[in-house]
């Protein structure tokens, strides 16, 4: 894209500027107008895959091949130099560089199990690099391997080279060797090869396979050709251990058992070896050329195997006898007679052997003992203790011995449980006439599950099983009866024992309040001010009932507040004219309130009030004559000072 253009000049000395901004190369070139231009290729690489081809599962001996194709936008037609990077996992397997636009080929010739994997194609271009999506092959098919040996024949401690061939495979390998279908000790060998001397006379049918890794898995290969390897004795060598037991067959445990195991067939010039006589894992004796054991045979397992092993050079030898041993007596069992038992309890605890072999027991002790045997019990017969619970959890175990031979049975537990102390009974909250309540039983002691059970009268009412310690029972019952709760109590039980009784529910049952009644004393009309009033307040329910005095124009603030253990209360008070207004008053107990009547108290006025307004009336009345009588008296004595004298004196004349 042309971007700027400079102007023209004479003569431009234009030379190449390579700098790399944003993932572009900038260059500056003369034009054949002489101008200098400025010139970006940029790119972008949109795509790439990496594709196998002929497929991606295919069998041993295919060629494969890996093409990566990119697909990149670029302005200009200047070649770009691309790097392509090919990874089999996280391994780089090809790094190449190249101007070419096509697309990279990776070839697998011949493919081979070593070739499976994760594949995946990296691009890199003046810095923009794409990787494509991993692709998986997978190749089927492994060569058979080939079983080659140095030898056919060899004498009995020599050694022979095996070589086990895998044509054509290619990656980590390791080999194992079979001797009789049985894997050669130590065979495991990353080398094709291996030195080893084939135990036994005889013929010795070997064969090979071979694994090949590729990480994190493993594929395994078919079996080889087999080779038969005849291996001959040699005089000296059928030289071996003998073995004599007696007795060998009905042999019981704790019968003695003579066992001989000795080197046959010794000659003039034999070298001593070394002879081991063993019972499973337990060495019983060593020796030179003969050994001789008494043992006592025991029964841990139904058969026991012998072994007497002789070791000459580098030859082990070894001759097995395997006795089968019978038990003489079981292994017993500790039994208490009693499911539970409680402290203190009388206990009998037996002890027995279910299976036992009188015919080889005629004559012996069989005896049984009980650990630990304290001061609690008493033996009181042959297997049978007893003796009184302790106050916590102990363990006993007994032992069944005859012949020296001891069986311990297992550990027997007893819990001895607490018995339930007499059980309290209360109720939750207040009984209310009517309403559902709730009904606790508990015993402060008892080996819990305790069951509780509520009665009423003489009947069973309910039942509750706690498995809890220290929790009470709950019984919901609905209160139909006024009066007292005391024909309800409840029992409590945690075994066979006598269920222990509580005292009978002494719970009052509340009342509800029903109705509310308001009177005055004296009658409202009578009321003036000055009156003593008495507001008498009567109601029903339970007491102790609180009662508040209440007006309607202060309805939230009483103007008395009186708790009564009887069902009527009275308010006094003297009244005034702001006394007047409505009356009610509230009653309440633990199981609701009621409202009472409302009375209309008007105060009056007063008597002497009343008397005092026509005093005031004629007092006034008789002061208004009087003050005209002297205004009307005093304005006729000023018309007659000022009259002519005649009429002065006509005044006085009349």
């Not at 070997?206 to 090949?212: A, P």
């Not at 004795?233 to 073995?243: E, S």
């Not at 509780?452 to 069973?460: G, M, P, R, V």
């Not at 009052?508 to 307040?537: K, N």
């Amino acid at each position: 894209k042309w971007t700027s253009q400079v102007p023209s000049v004479k003569k431009v000395s234009c030379f190449p500027l390579l700098i790399r901004l944003l993932k572009s190369y900038y260059y500056c070139q003369l034009n054949s107008d002489h101008y200098c231009l400025c010139h970006t290729p940029a790119l972008k690489i949109t795509k790439v895959d990496l594709s196998i081809e002929p497929s991606a599962a295919v069998y041993r001996d295919t060629n494969v091949a890996m093409r990566c194709k990119a697909e990149v936008l670029t302005f200009g037609t200047e070649a770009l130099n691309r790097v392509y990077t090919i990874y089999k996992g996280d391994s780089v397997i090809l790094n190449k560089t190249t101007s070419s636009s096509e697309d990279l080929l990776y070839h697998l010739p011949q493919a081979r199990v070593s070739n499976n994997g994760k594949y995946k194609c990296k691009i890199s271009i003046m810095g923009e690099e794409k990787a494509s999506e991993a692709a998986t092959l997978t190749v089927e098919g492994m060569s058979m391997p080939i079983l080659r040996f140095n030898k056919a024949n060899i004498t009995e401690g020599e050694s022979v080279t095996a070589t086990c061939l895998a044509p054509g495979e290619t990656g980590s390998l390791l080999f194992s060797f079979y001797d009789n279908s049985k894997e050669v000790e130590n065979a495991r060998v990353t080398s094709n090869e291996l030195t080893f001397v084939p135990k036994g006379v005889g013929n010795h049918i070997i064969h090979c396979s071979y694994l090949v890794f590729v990480m994190p898995n493993s594929f395994k290969s078919q079996t080889s050709n087999t080779v038969t390897l005849t291996v001959e004795g040699t005089l000296d060598l059928f030289i071996g251990p003998f073995f004599q037991i007696s007795p060998q067959d009905n042999v019981y445990e704790g019968d003695t058992v003579n066992i001989t195991c000795s080197v046959s067939n010794v000659t003039k010039d034999y070298q001593a070896g070394e002879l081991l006589l063993s019972q499973d894992t337990e060495l019983l004796k060593s020796g030179k050329t003969s050994i001789h054991v008494n043992w006592t045979a025991h029964a841990r397992t139904p058969m026991l195997t012998i072994k007497c092993r002789l070791y000459l050079r580098d030859v082990v030898k070894v001759v097995n006898k395997t006795i089968s041993v019978s038990e003489l007596f079981s292994v017993p069992t500790l039994k208490m007679s009693a499911l539970e038992v409680f402290q203190e309890d009388e206990i009998s605890l037996t002890c027995r052997s279910e299976k036992l072999s009188y015919d080889r027991l005629e004559g012996e002790f069989f005896i049984y003992s009980l650990e630990p045997f304290d001061y609690h019990m008493v033996h009181k017969g042959n297997g049978v203790f007893i003796g009184k619970a302790k106050t916590i959890d102990f363990n006993y175990t007994c032992t069944a011995a005859a012949k020296g031979i001891k069986k311990k049975s297992k550990v027997l537990t007893i819990h001895p449980k607490v018995p339930v102390s007499t059980p309290k009974i209360w109720v939750s909250g207040s009984a209310i006439l009517g309403r559902k309540v709730e009904i606790f039983c508990l015993s402060d002691t008892g080996t819990p599950p305790i069951t509780y059970t509520l009665w009423k009268a003489n009947k069973q009412n309910q039942i509750a099983v706690v498995h809890e310690f220290n929790k009470a029972a709950n019984f919901t019952i609905v209160i139909n009866e006024p009066g007292r709760l005391n024909h309800y109590l409840c029992k409590a039980s945690n075994g066979n024992r006598t269920p222990e009784q509580s005292d009978k529910l002494q719970t009052a049952v509340i009342e509800p309040m029903t109705e509310a009644y308001l009177m005055v004393v004296p009658d409202v009309d009578d009321i003036s001010e000055g009156h003593t009033v008495i507001l008498i307040c009567s109601f029903l329910g339970t007491p102790p009932v609180t009662v508040r005095w209440l007006r309607d124009s202060d309805d939230l603030n009483p103007l008395k507040t009186t708790t009564t253990n009887i069902n009527t209360t009275s308010y006094e008070f003297v009244v005034n004219k702001e006394h007047t207004d409505n009356y009610y008053c509230q009653a309440e107990n633990r199981a609701n309130s009621v409202e009472s009547n409302k009375i209309n108290l008007v105060v009056g006025m007063a008597m002497w009030k009343k008397l005092l307004i026509p005093g005031t009336i004629i007092l006034l009345v008789s002061s208004l004559v009087m003050v005209g009588f002297i205004l009307f008296t005093r304005s006729r004595r000023g018309r007659d000072i000022y009259s002519p004298p005649e009429t002065q004196a006509s005044y006085i004349f009349k």
